[in-house]
């Protein structure tokens, strides 16, 4: 089959596409499926004795200690609950430095002495489990012959059950580590960062007189953009097979600059999938909330409530496996890449964060009069100081070189690490730093001038889209995750560093306090102090312009613009002091992360430029030669019988093929490169050698795209992508 014909062939699929069946079981109502898969709270309160359901919410909601005694009987209702929800297996599900969701399936059942079978589920099972950890990155922490590697039941996640046509399984949440005790994975990190900034969260709110000081978390909600084709098309491009992204394509005639596909009507088959996607999600116990269309076509959003970041870490995992899965099912394919179209816009992962508790509540609300809240003012002020120490390793959280297509366009924030606080904020702070906040700027109402419609309340101060760290009225809105990554990488960065800003402030106020200052003027000293000196990392204006890339020079803000200047943040002293100082990762740990993305980028880049290499000599070139070929037999035909012929068709695609002869010649060689680089070197080495050059191979072949003939391009283009669902 030719190129040409797989294309032709890939539209009239989609054209001929029969919607799936609907998966709603007659009189079923939405609400009564949430967390039907689930072993939630309320079915382990109904399943398990007092005390050892007691036990396990202290664990869950106060961070003590698991008392291992208890693992038996949890391990015995859990085994039941699954076997009823017709399981036949268990996996310990983990989060290895891949970024992806990984799992050992094991049966429950097992032979006894008569020939039949028993279910067997012990304590000791359930706690942990030994996969081979030999083949898993790990930056160096092991040598490729030492392979044991244990995963640790994480109680704080609830376990639930993973349906499948033919038979269910039982997934458990898991941390990753290895035989040394050294973190392999994402989670185990943040667990540990989320005590360390917990400690420090409770020192800051009883030094503001609270005694009811419950365990303090980090709370996440992901917006998860994404992009939907048919599988058709998906299928018939080895470059989004290979590497989830076009690695060709002419811009279509109309892209996105109509604006019209922004929260516009859902067409019926995304609907369809949306609605069996979320329904697999609410089973689950995933609380997806918000769904419509994105800026660009072809792309969409889900976004969930608030979690626990652990939880919530773990279901952007699940949610991100769920869409793909689902999506198959209705002849589709999600495409998580952040950049999988040239000239369109990518897709990101908006982190929401805030802080808080039970009996403090949200710790980033700043109430009707947010001058007069010096709680929520300290806290606030933790970030901004946080953000300026630290803006290096969070831009390092997210780099990636599928990240590195979107960060700093129009399109998402630049990449340099700044705080968007809106103009009440920004008020009240201009004011702590001139002496002392006396008021702030009071929310408004929008007159519409229509009588039918009431006068509308209007928020104190705008959003600000360009800013990667904005205030967003109760948390914050970190922009800068990348759509296929785990939130987890960034809420690792965000707790330690909050952890090392209230741990400054509580010092600092215990200290001046113990001194004879007044506990209110302590405090005004502490705000004062951070404004004086890290308020460089607030910007309220376009993050967008060239004046705010000089500013921020100016400001001493650091501009990683790759992942191959960002990464190297993990290795700086400060960030081994950071890490270390709060027990989130030892120094052979953050290494092995440091080296981990570097070589998962270097990787990225090779794996692009072999693909576009193989598509350019077995199938880009050989249609444009074909087109060269008929033009030229046409041009001595009609030279043949005293016709003049044009030649400007056939020059155009004769300069084209002999640039893209060129530019394949060239990454040919770049790509015979022999390695004998350090994983530094080797990354270094994809960024200035195979990446000009894979680009220019890409140049020559979007430039035939758009002159040879439409009937012999091999490739579905983005205007039938885009715009055939």
Same mark, same amino acid.
């Given at each position: 089959?030719?190129?040409?014909?797989?294309?032709?062939?890939?539209?009239?699929?989609?054209?001929?596409?029969?919607?799936?069946?609907?998966?709603?079981?007659?009189?079923?109502?939405?609400?009564?499926?949430?967390?039907?898969?689930?072993? /939630?709270?309320?079915?382990?309160?109904?399943?398990? =004795?007092?005390?050892?359901?007691?036990?396990?919410?202290?664990?869950?909601?106060?961070?003590?200690?698991?008392?291992?005694?208890?693992?038996?009987?949890?391990?015995?209702?859990?085994?039941?609950?699954?076997?009823?929800?017709?399981?036949?297996?268990?996996?310990?599900? *983990?989060? =290895?430095?891949?970024?992806?969701?990984?799992?050992?399936?094991?049966?429950?059942?097992? +032979?006894?002495?008569?020939? $039949?079978?028993?279910?067997?589920?012990?304590?000791?099972?359930?706690?942990?489990?030994?996969?081979?950890?030999?083949?898993?990155?790990?930056?160096?922490?092991?040598?490729?012959?030492?392979?044991?590697?244990?995963?640790?039941?994480?109680?704080?996640? =609830?376990?639930?059950?993973?349906?499948?046509?033919?038979?269910?399984?039982?997934?458990?949440?898991? %941390? *990753?580590? /290895?035989?040394?005790?050294?973190?392999?994975?994402?989670?185990? #990190?943040?667990?540990?960062?989320?005590?360390?900034?917990?400690?420090? $969260?409770?020192?800051? !709110?009883?030094?503001?007189?609270?005694?009811?000081?419950?365990?303090?978390?980090?709370?996440?909600?992901?917006?998860?953009? @994404?992009?939907?084709?048919?599988?058709? *098309? @998906?299928?018939?491009?080895?470059?989004?097979?290979?590497?989830?992204?076009?690695?060709?394509?002419?811009?279509?005639?109309?892209?996105?600059?109509?604006?019209?596909?922004?929260?516009?009507?859902?067409?019926?088959?995304?609907?369809?999938?949306?609605?069996?996607?979320?329904?697999?999600?609410?089973?689950?116990?995933? +609380?997806?909330?918000?769904?419509?269309?994105?800026?660009?076509?072809?792309?969409?959003?889900?976004?969930?409530?608030?979690?626990?970041?652990?939880?919530?870490?773990?279901?952007?995992?699940?949610?991100?496996?769920?869409?793909?899965?689902?999506?198959?099912?209705?002849?589709?394919?999600?495409?998580?890449?952040?950049?999988?179209?040239?000239?369109?816009?990518?897709?990101?992962?908006?982190?929401?964060?805030?802080?808080?508790?039970?009996?403090?509540?949200? !710790?980033?609300? +700043?109430?009707?009069?947010?001058?007069?809240?010096?709680?929520?003012?300290?806290?606030?002020?933790?970030?901004?100081?946080?953000?300026?120490?630290?803006?290096?390793?969070?831009?390092?959280?997210?780099?990636?070189?599928?990240?590195?297509?979107?960060?700093?366009?129009?399109? &998402? =924030?630049?990449?340099?690490?700044?705080?968007?606080?809106?103009?009440?904020?920004?008020?009240?702070?201009?004011?702590?730093?001139?002496?002392? &906040?006396?008021?702030?700027?009071?929310?408004?109402?929008?007159?519409?001038?229509?009588?039918?419609?009431?006068?509308?309340?209007?928020?104190?101060?705008?959003?600000?889209?360009? /800013?990667?760290?904005?205030?967003?009225?109760?948390?914050?809105?970190?922009?800068? &995750?990348?759509?296929?990554?785990?939130?987890?990488? +960034?809420?690792?960065?965000?707790?330690?560093?909050?952890?090392?800003?209230?741990?400054?402030?509580?010092?600092?106020?215990?200290?001046?306090?113990?001194?004879?200052?007044?506990?209110?003027? &302590?405090?005004?000293?502490?705000?004062?102090?951070? %404004?004086?000196?890290?308020?460089?990392?607030?910007?309220?204006?376009?993050?967008?312009?060239?004046?705010?890339?000089?500013?921020?020079?100016?400001?001493?803000?650091?501009?990683?613009?790759?992942?191959?200047?960002?990464? #190297?943040?993990?290795?700086?002293?400060?960030?081994?002091?950071?890490?270390?100082?709060?027990?989130?990762?030892?120094?052979?740990?953050?290494?092995?992360?440091?080296?981990?993305?570097?070589?998962?980028?270097?990787?990225?880049?090779?794996?692009?430029?072999?693909?576009?290499?193989?598509?350019?000599?077995?199938?880009?070139?050989?249609?444009?030669?074909?087109?060269?070929?008929?033009?030229?037999?046409?041009?001595?035909?009609? $030279?043949?019988?005293?016709?003049?012929?044009?030649?400007?068709?056939?020059?155009?695609?004769?300069?084209?093929?002999?640039?893209?002869?060129?530019?394949?010649?060239?990454?040919?060689? $770049?790509?015979?490169?022999?390695?004998?680089?350090?994983?530094?070197?080797?990354?270094?080495?994809?960024?200035?050698?195979?990446?000009?050059?894979?680009?220019?191979?890409?140049?020559?072949?979007?430039?035939?795209?758009?002159?040879?003939?439409?009937?012999?391009?091999?490739?579905?283009?983005?205007?039938?992508?885009?715009?055939?669902?």
């Amino acid at each position: 089959m030719s190129g040409s014909s797989a294309r032709l062939d890939a539209i009239q699929s989609v054209k001929h596409y029969q919607a799936p069946a609907g998966s709603i079981a007659e009189g079923e109502r939405p609400g009564e499926i949430f967390g039907q898969n689930v072993f /939630s709270r309320s079915v382990m309160k109904a399943r398990l =004795p007092k005390s050892v359901f007691k036990a396990l919410m202290s664990t869950i909601g106060e961070g003590k200690p698991l008392d291992p005694t208890v693992a038996d009987t949890v391990a015995s209702a859990m085994k039941d609950w699954a076997l009823e929800k017709g399981a036949t297996h268990y996996a310990h599900v *983990f989060y =290895p430095l891949t970024g992806l969701t990984a799992e050992k399936h094991d049966s429950f059942f097992e +032979p006894d002495s008569t020939g $039949a079978s028993i279910a067997e589920f012990a304590g000791k099972t359930l706690m942990q489990g030994e996969p081979d950890a030999s083949s898993f990155p790990n930056g160096g922490l092991r040598d490729t012959f030492e392979a044991r590697g244990y995963t640790g039941w994480d109680v704080t996640s =609830p376990s639930y059950i993973l349906e499948n046509t033919n038979g269910n399984t039982l997934c458990i949440p898991t %941390i *990753f580590v /290895s035989w040394t005790g050294e973190a392999l994975d994402h989670k185990t #990190p943040l667990l540990r960062s989320q005590q360390a900034m917990n400690t420090h $969260a409770q020192r800051v !709110l009883r030094l503001f007189g609270h005694s009811d000081v419950d365990t303090v978390v980090s709370f996440a909600g992901a917006e998860q953009e @994404y992009f939907l084709i048919d599988r058709s *098309f @998906y299928f018939a491009r080895p470059d989004l097979q290979s590497s989830g992204r076009t690695l060709f394509g002419a811009h279509p005639p109309k892209g996105q600059e109509f604006d019209d596909h922004y929260f516009g009507a859902i067409p019926d088959r995304v609907l369809a999938f949306m609605i069996d996607a979320e329904r697999e999600m609410f089973k689950l116990g995933i +609380p997806a909330k918000t769904r419509h269309n994105e800026v660009a076509p072809g792309q969409f959003e889900i976004a969930p409530v608030f979690e626990k970041a652990n939880l919530a870490a773990d279901h952007q995992q699940l949610l991100m496996v769920t869409l793909g899965r689902v999506a198959q099912r209705h002849g589709m394919e999600v495409l998580l890449h952040e950049k999988p179209f040239k000239g369109i816009n990518g897709s990101g992962k908006h982190v929401n964060f805030s802080i808080g508790n039970n009996n403090q509540g949200n !710790l980033l609300f +700043p109430g009707d009069t947010p001058h007069d809240n010096a709680q929520f003012l300290v806290f606030c002020a933790a970030v901004i100081r946080a953000v300026h120490l630290h803006g290096g390793l969070l831009r390092a959280s997210v780099a990636s070189a599928a990240n590195d297509h979107r960060l700093g366009a129009n399109e &998402a =924030p630049p990449a340099i690490m700044s705080i968007f606080l809106g103009a009440q904020l920004a008020d009240v702070f201009d004011q702590v730093a001139a002496g002392g &906040a006396t008021a702030s700027k009071e929310r408004g109402t929008l007159k519409v001038g229509v009588d039918t419609i009431p006068h509308l309340p209007a928020d104190a101060g705008d959003r600000n889209r360009t /800013s990667p760290v904005a205030f967003t009225g109760n948390r914050f809105e970190f922009r800068a &995750a990348g759509s296929s990554q785990t939130i987890a990488g +960034p809420m690792v960065v965000i707790n330690t560093m909050l952890a090392d800003s209230l741990d400054f402030i509580a010092t600092t106020l215990e200290s001046t306090v113990a001194s004879g200052t007044e506990f209110n003027v &302590a405090v005004q000293q502490v705000l004062q102090s951070i %404004i004086a000196n890290h308020g460089a990392s607030v910007f309220n204006g376009n993050g967008y312009s060239e004046a705010w890339q000089q500013e921020a020079a100016a400001r001493g803000l650091l501009n990683l613009r790759n992942s191959v200047d960002a990464l #190297p943040q993990y290795n700086t002293p400060e960030a081994k002091e950071l890490f270390g100082k709060y027990g989130v990762l030892n120094e052979r740990e953050l290494a092995s992360r440091y080296e981990v993305a570097l070589e998962q980028y270097a990787k990225s880049v090779s794996v692009e430029a072999r693909t576009s290499l193989e598509m350019g000599k077995t199938i880009i070139l050989p249609a444009a030669m074909r087109y060269q070929t008929e033009l030229a037999a046409n041009a001595a035909a009609l $030279a043949s019988i005293g016709y003049s012929f044009d030649s400007s068709a056939l020059d155009e695609v004769t300069s084209g093929v002999t640039a893209l002869q060129g530019a394949l010649k060239n990454l040919k060689a $770049a790509l015979e490169h022999d390695g004998g680089h350090d994983v530094a070197g080797e990354a270094q080495y994809a960024l200035e050698a195979l990446i000009p050059p894979t680009n220019a191979v890409r140049a020559a072949t979007d430039q035939l795209e758009d002159v040879v003939a439409d009937n012999l391009w091999p490739l579905p283009t983005y205007q039938e992508m885009l715009f055939i669902l």
